[in-house]
């Protein structure tokens, strides 16, 4: 059982820099996969970044190069580091986590644990 809590999201102008921060309870973090989803307005939740209990990271193509995804075990924390930032970027951010280490960590049905989300608003 983890409870998760989203932070860093503002507002920003395209090409600037955003740091989310994903903090969770538990004593259990290092077992965990961990994902960072976002969902813009009238859209689907889609997936962005996903790092393994093992350090095996995936990205979706639409922001590979631009955001990193890394874990502080010893913090319980997740950051997203997101630069280059594009108006397409805008929308609510989620962090997820799971106990299982499925072979697909893009969707959203492996996730059990999710947090309340962060606002990121990229301006032109």
């Given at each position: 059982?983890v409870?998760?809590?989203?932070?860093g999201?503002?507002?920003v102008?395209?090409?600037?820099s955003?740091?989310l921060s994903?903090?969770?309870?538990?004593?259990?973090?290092?077992?965990?996969?961990?994902?960072?989803?976002?969902?813009?307005?009238?859209?689907?939740?889609?997936?962005?970044?996903?790092i393994?209990?093992?350090g095996?990271?995936?990205?979706?193509d639409?922001v590979?190069?631009?955001?990193?995804?890394?874990?502080d075990?010893?913090?319980?924390?997740?950051?997203?580091q997101?630069n280059?930032?594009?108006?397409?970027?805008t929308g609510?951010?989620?962090c997820a986590a799971?106990?299982?280490?499925p072979?697909?960590?893009?969707r959203?049905t492996?996730?059990?644990?999710?947090?309340?989300g962060?606002?990121v608003?990229?301006?032109?």
């Open positions: 059982q409870q998760l809590v989203e932070s999201g503002g507002l102008q395209a090409g600037g955003l740091r994903c903090a969770a309870s538990g004593r259990t973090f290092s077992s965990y996969a961990m994902g960072w989803f976002r969902q813009a307005p009238g859209k689907e939740r889609e997936f962005v970044a996903a393994r209990r093992s095996g990271i995936n990205y979706a639409s590979k190069g631009r955001f990193t995804i890394s874990r075990n010893a913090k319980n924390t997740v950051y997203l997101m280059s930032l594009k108006t397409e970027d609510v951010y989620y799971t106990a299982q280490d072979w697909s960590v893009v959203t492996v996730y059990v644990y999710w947090g309340q962060t606002q608003t990229v301006s032109s």
